[in-house]
C-alpha cells in the first residue's frame, strides 16, 4: 500500500476518533446533566423564568392577662420597582420621592438599579399606596405589607419590646417569644421573560402565608398603667436618675406590672429618649449610637444589680429563724453600732442607739448590729449557703433575654467583715426581680416560684397551642418560719419603719431599704420598699425602687407614700377586698358618709341636706328640682367629696294653677 493511502487511513482513523470521542463526551454530559444536575437546572430556570415577591405573615398579637393588645399587627403596603419595565427613571422617581416624602436622589438610585425587583418602601399607609396605584405607572409594583402597632406606645417597652423591618423581635417578649409571632411568609409567583418583565398572559400564583400564633401575657394594662403613671411622678418630684415598680403574685410568679422609667416609645424605638442627646444625635458616630440605643433599651429590673440594703434583712431573718439561734422575743442590744474584725461598723442611727430589743422589734427599727450578730452566730457557710439557697447567685429563669444573675463574693473570700456587712444588704448585688423571687420564698410557704410574663399560646380562634406551666419550685424553708417572717414583716408596716404604706382594711407586710451606692461616701443613694398583701395569705408582691432621689432619701419616706398608692389601687382591682377592723371602722365613719337620696329635692334643701354630710353639690343644667345625680344613692364617699347634680324645670301643673 503507497504512503498516500496509509496517511489518509490515519487521517480518517484520527477524525474518526475525535467524533467517537466528541459523541462520548457528549452522551456522558448528557447523561450527567439528566441524572446530576437535573434537579438544579430545573430551579434555575424555574428562577429565571418566574419572579417571586415576599407576602409578610401577620406577626401574632400580644394580649395582657384580659386579652387587651398590646402589641398589634395592622396591614400597610410595600412600594417596589421593576427596572425593566420603567419606562422613564426620571419621572418614576420624581413621583415616588413627593408621594413618600423621600429624598429624590435616594429614589432615583434605588430606581436606576439594575435588579428584578427593588424595594423602595415598606409600612406605607393605605391611603398613600392607593394614590399610587391610581397613577397607574408601569414598573412600579405594590405589594401588602404589615407594620408592627403598640397601642399604648411606651407602656412597659423594656417587657414587651419591638421588631426590626425585617418583623423579627429584637428585645423583650418580641424577641423571646418570637417562634411563635412571626408566622411564615407567602409568595406571589408570575412568569416572566428572559429580561425579567411580566408576560402579558402570564398566570400569578399566590402561596399565603401563614399568620403567627398569639401570646397571652400575664400583664395587666391596668396595674401596670398606674405604676408607670405613679413612678413618674415621684421621679419629676425626687429629680431621680430612674426608677422601677414590679407587681407579681408571691404564689404563682405571675408578673401583673413590671415599670421601668425612663422608657421609650415602641413606635419609634430608634429614636432617643434623652432631649440633649437628641439634639446632638447626627454628630455620633454608629457604634456611640448604639451604645446609647442599647442603655435606652435595658430592661433594669432583670439587666442591672444593685446592692439591696435593709430589704435583704428579709433574707438574713428567715435563715436565723430556720437555724434556730432565735426566737421572735430574743433580746438584742444597740449601742449605735457593733465592731467586727476591729472595725466598728455603725447602726444607721448613729450616733443615737436603739438600745435593748427583741428580734422583733430589731426587724421593725432595721437595726443593722442585730442582723450583724444572727450573721456571726450562724457563721459565714451557713450564711452563704442560704444567699445561695434564695439563688442570690443565679438568674430566676424570668422569661426575658439578657437577664443578668447576681454578684456574690466567693465563699473563700468571706472574712468577718464581708460576712457583716453581706448580713444588711451590703458588699453584694443582685437584680430586683432576684429580690422578689428570694422574698416571695419567705413569705409563701417557702417555695421558690419562677417570676414570668407568658400564660399560653393561642390561634386566631383561641385554640390553645401551647401552655406554660410553672411548678412551684423546690421548698426552702419551714412553712411555720414562713408565717413568723408574715407576721414580723406586717409589724413593719403597722407600727415600724415601712408604715407610710399602710392601707385601711388591708394587712400589708413589707420592708423598706435606703442603700448607699458605690463608691460609699459620694451622696447617691437608692430609695426601695417591698411589701405584701394580704399578709396573711399573699397574693400580691410589690416593689419599689428610687435611684438617686433628691434631697430626703430614705426608702419608708420617699417610697412608702409611692407604695401606698399602689397598693390602694392594685389590691381591690385584683378583687381582693378590704376587711375593715374596728378601729378602721371608726375612723371611716369620721371621714366617710352614704350618699342620700336628692332626687326631686328643691336646691335648697338639697343643700341642707348636704351641708349636714359635710359633701358638696356641683350643680349642673338649669331648673329648679333635682332630675339626677352621681354617685347613686347607698354609695360610701369621703366627707367633703362632689356630688355631681343634674337640674330639671319643674312647671306647674293646670289643676293647680285653676285651684
Known sequence: MDKPSILIKKKLLFVASAIAFMLGFLLFRIFYIQYFEAEFLQTRAYEQQTRDRLIKPNRGTIYDRNMVGIAVTETAYSISVIHNQIEDREMVARILSEQLELEYDYVFEKVSRRVALERIMTQVDRDIA?????????????????????????????????????????????????SFLEGESGKILTETDVLGRELDFSQRFRVAPVDGYNLVTTIDVILQQHAEQTLEKVLEYKNAKRGAIILMNPQTGEIYAMANKPDFDLNEPFTINDAELYSTWDTLTPEERNIHLNQMWRNFSINDTFEPGSTSKIITSIAALEEGIITVDSMFNCSGGYTVAGRLIRCWRYPRSHGSQTFLESVQNSCNPTFMIMAE??????????????????????????????????????????????????????????????????????????????????????????????????????????????DILESVV??????????????????????????????????????????????LMAFVLIDEPQGVYYGGTV?????????????????????????????????????????????????????????????????????????????????????????????????????
Open 130 to 178: 392607593d394614590r399610587i396605584r391610581n397613577l397607574d405607572i408601569r414598573g412600579v409594583v405594590i405589594d401588602e405589607d404589615i407594620r408592627r402597632v403598640y397601642p399604648f406606645s411606651s407602656l412597659a417597652s423594656q417587657v414587651i419590646g419591638f421588631v426590626g423591618r425585617d418583623n423579627q423581635g429584637i428585645i423583650g417578649l418580641e424577641a423571646k417569644y418570637d
Open 377 to 486: 452566730r450562724m457563721g459565714a457557710e451557713t450564711f452563704y449557703s442560704y444567699m445561695q439557697k434564695f439563688g442570690f447567685n443565679t438568674r430566676t429563669g424570668v422569661d426575658l433575654p439578657g437577664e443578668a444573675p447576681g454578684i456574690m463574693h466567693r465563699f473563700e473570700n468571706v472574712g468577718p467583715l464581708e460576712l457583716a456587712t453581706m448580713s444588711f444588704g451590703q458588699s453584694f448585688q443582685i437584680t430586683p426581680l432576684q429580690l422578689m423571687r428570694a422574698a416571695s420564698a419567705t413569705i409563701n410557704g417557702g417555695y421558690m416560684v419562677t417570676p414570668h410574663f407568658a400564660r399560653k399560646i393561642v390561634d386566631n380562634d383561641g385554640n390553645i397551642i401551647e401552655e406554660f406551666i410553672h411548678d412551684r419550685g423546690e421548698s426552702i424553708i419551714s412553712a411555720e418560719n414562713s408565717e413568723i417572717m408574715r
Open 559 to 659: 417610697a412608702g407614700p409611692v407604695m401606698r398608692d399602689i397598693l390602694e389601687n392594685a389590691l381591690p382591682w385584683l378583687g381582693i377586698e378590704p376587711v375593715f377592723n374596728e378601729e378602721e371602722l371608726e375612723e371611716l365613719a369620721r371621714h366617710r358618709v352614704m350618699v342620700p337620696d336628692f332626687i326631686g329635692l328643691g336646691i335648697e334643701e338639697a343643700r341642707r341636706v348636704a351641708r349636714q354630710l359635710g359633701v358638696e353639690l356641683e350643680l349642673r343644667g338649669e331648673g329648679n328640682v333635682i332630675a339626677s345625680q352621681f354617685p347613686i344613692v347607698g354609695e360610701i364617699i369621703n366627707r367633703n367629696s362632689k356630688v355631681l347634680i343634674d337640674l330639671e324645670l319643674l312647671e306647674e301643673s293646670t289643676e293647680e294653677l285653676e285651684a
Open 494 to 539: 403597722y407600727v415600724g419603719t415601712g408604715n407610710r404604706a399602710y392601707v385601711a382594711g388591708y394587712r400589708i407586710g413589707g420592708k423598706t431599704a435606703t442603700s448607699q451606692k458605690l463608691p460609699r461616701g459620694n451622696g447617691k443613694y437608692i430609695a426601695s420598699f417591698l411589701t405584701f398583701a394580704p399578709a396573711d395569705d399573699p397574693q
